[in-house]
């Protein structure tokens, strides 16, 4: 099975995704996501200028092969764009295994491991009394975990909070826009949230929050230790994971759950969080973190510590990417969640797929391969469009803060 053609297709039906299609010599053809927010167009040229000449010839059942030819072999290592560039070939050449053994691809992962893959969707509002109509519209929609972000009052724009209710989109701009942040009023606000939502859905549902890297550790222990009463499944990205021993403090000081990771590009980025367990959810993607080659390994390492995956999945991981982590996330042993937004209909159109959403679990379905399709002559309607994410000032005197 040698790889015969290799294309680069970017488009934007709804936001942009870019996506990488094989061709083999027996007329199979697999897909792979290379879709990195806001940075798109540089990873389709490192496909398109630098891997896809390596691509042509080779054998592609030799995907560990290949994967090592990739990152060894460039001699610059690690990088969003490198592994972003290597993920998508890895999940094309998965999908092209799959299809060649006539499976769907959580066969070759090693079978089923549970029934189905345990989701969570995305509710925002306004305000407080907003965001609690919003978790119980979820709630009704069959949703069992739940991540929840709220305005703050004072602040004109947070992260989290969108103007459509179902397809929140960050990357929302031609050039960057400006969010406000004050530290104090978040830390007042989100103890309330959580008291009120927690009072309105009940005890069984898992309710989930991302701090997106806005605290400094003392502070994020602060939220950790004033959330606990309300039992949160996670509490996510309390501060930026550069500096990984960051963890230790707030793990000293509460017993709320901590996820990190979805900008993590290698088991590097989270070896001492993982062996230290610092952590209790790695939140890697196959698209940002090597494929499925590389999370599987990141995965196995996060087992023997008892950390369990709870990969990113908002709408810049395009359907490719859902469908390639729901096959992950049915096979992986230690799998904790994996995180739902609903991509547009434009979106769903480009990219027919197998996986369905059935009272808060996705499964992968039984489709040949990884289950996700692309339709080129509707993408080709749908041309790229620049578009960033925002960045974050400090509300008081305007210092550039985390996103
Ligand atoms: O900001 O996917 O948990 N989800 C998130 C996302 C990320 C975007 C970045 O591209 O934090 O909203
Ligand atoms: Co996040």
New binding site residues.
């Given amino acids: 099975m040698k790889i015969t053609e290799a294309e680069v297709f970017v488009c934007c039906p709804g936001r942009n995704f870019v996506t990488l299609r094989l061709r083999t010599d027996d007329g199979l053809t697999g897909l792979g996501d290379a879709t990195l927010?806001g940075r798109e167009l540089a990873v389709a040229s490192y496909l398109k200028d630098h891997v896809i000449p390596c691509l042509i010839g080779r054998d592609a059942h030799r995907i560990e092969d290949t994967w090592q030819y990739l990152y060894r072999g460039a001699y610059w290592r690690r990088g969003p764009v490198t592994m972003t560039a290597i993920a998508a070939v890895d999940v094309a050449l998965w999908d092209l295994k799959a299809k060649a053994a006539r499976m769907p691809l959580y066969q070759l992962l090693g079978g089923a491991c549970r029934s189905g893959v345990l989701v969570y969707g995305h509710a925002n509002g306004r305000d407080l009394a907003h965001t609690v109509e919003e978790v119980l519209r979820y709630k009704e929609m069959g949703y069992r975990a739940i991540r929840a972000q709220s305005g703050i009052p004072g602040l004109n724009k947070v992260y989290?909070v969108s103007k459509d209710a179902l397809f929140?989109e960050?990357?929302d701009a031609a050039l960057p826009s400006e969010h406000d942040w004050d530290t104090g009023k978040y830390l007042r606000h989100t103890p309330q949230l959580f008291a009120r939502v927690r009072e309105a859905v009940g005890p069984d549902i898992h309710l989930l929050h991302?701090v997106?890297h806005r605290l400094t550790p003392i502070e994020a222990a602060r939220l950790g230790k004033d959330l606990e009463p309300f039992r949160l499944f996670w509490m996510?990205?309390p501060t930026p994971a550069e500096n990984q021993d960051a963890f230790r403090l707030i793990r000293q000081h509460t017993v709320t759950p901590l996820a990190v990771g979805?900008v993590f590009n290698t088991i590097w980025d989270c070896k001492r969080l993982i062996e230290e367990q610092l952590i209790d959810y790695i939140r890697a993607t196959v698209v940002h973190a090597g494929g499925i080659t590389h999370l599987r390994r990141i995965a196995d390492f996060a087992a023997l510590h008892q950390v369990r995956t709870g990969c990113?999945g908002?709408t810049?991981l395009s359907p490719v990417t859902m469908g390639a982590a729901l096959h992950f996330g049915l096979a992986v042993p230690n799998f904790g969640i994996q995180?739902y937004m609903r991509h547009t209909e434009e979106t769903d159109a480009v990219f027919p797929h197998a996986y369905r959403f059935a009272d808060g679990f996705l499964h992968p379905g039984e489709a040949i391969g990884h289950g996700v399709d692309f339709d080129e002559t509707l993408a080709a309607k749908y041309p790229y469009r620049r578009a960033y994410?925002p960045v974050n000032r400090l509300a008081h005197d305007g210092t550039l803060w985390d996103w």
């Fill in positions: 927010n989290g929140y960050p990357a991302d997106h996510e990205d979805e990113h908002a810049d995180e994410l």
